[in-house]
């Protein structure tokens, strides 16, 4: 089951900003650390945004993470065509005792 | 550096089991935990479960349980994961993944692809 809800897909033109939104539940988004994933086609997921809104070496400030509640959000400014990818959230459900990933969301740069 | 390196592409028959293998280096081994992720054809990541490298222990998700076992050899900085009875559904890419304590996944490995067909 899929207890974090994400759009199945946003788009824009190239340097627009782009926000994709991450819905969750006091179990889960609520009372634990968001993270982001950002997975090119045909690669492994590499992580974008930890602690809901800290970017590790190397990622762009483009990148951006912010959370509010149950609900995290990550953006994209300056959007390039190297940013089409599949993006996921994820985060610990303490409820279920698991790990939580979102339903992924894919962004095209028109 | 950090890299996580896992074994290659398996192919089994239903009902068969398959072990898929995550080499660490760059670090040291116990001190992070590794958890496995999964991604069928074309749908989302899915969590399958998580070893503490210290100690051993174990927690799997409920949808896998009795048919799931990860461990791990220190000696050799790896960690396994084991997948039994297979079916057609459980074709997808396998990922071992670094935890961080803050719960976040840094460094992942390549991928194994693990098609079960008749």
């Known amino acids: 089951q899929s207890v974090l809800t994400q759009p199945p897909s946003v788009s824009a033109a190239p340097r627009q900003k782009v926000t994709i939104s991450c819905s969750g539940s006091s179990y889960n988004i609520g009372n634990n650390f968001v993270s982001w994933y950002q997975q090119l086609p045909g690669s492994a997921p590499k992580l974008l945004i930890y602690d809901n809104n800290k970017r590790p070496s190397g990622i762009p400030d483009r990148f951006s993470g912010s959370m509010s509640g149950t609900s995290a959000t990550l953006g994209i400014t300056g959007l390039q065509t190297g940013d089409e990818a599949e993006y996921y959230c994820?985060?610990?459900?303490?409820?279920?005792?698991?790990?939580?990933f979102g339903t992924g969301t894919k962004v095209t740069v028109l | 550096q950090v890299q996580l390196v896992q074994s290659g592409a398996e192919m089994q028959k239903p009902g068969a089991s398959v072990k898929v293998s995550c080499e660490a280096s760059g670090y040291t081994f116990t001190t992070y935990a590794m958890h496995w992720v999964r991604q069928a054809p074309g749908q989302r990541l899915e969590w399958v479960g998580w070893?503490?490298?210290?100690?051993?222990?174990?927690i799997y998700s409920q949808k896998f349980q009795g048919r799931v076992t990860i461990t791990r050899d220190t000696s050799a900085s790896t960690v396994y994961m084991e997948l039994s009875s297979l079916r057609s559904e459980d074709t997808a890419i396998y990922y071992c993944a670094r935890f961080r304590t803050s719960y976040y996944f840094d460094f992942w490995g390549q991928g194994t692809l693990v098609t079960v067909s008749s």
């Open positions: 070893i503490n490298t210290g100690n051993g222990n174990t």
């Open positions: 994820g985060t610990w459900d303490s409820s279920l005792s698991t790990w939580v």
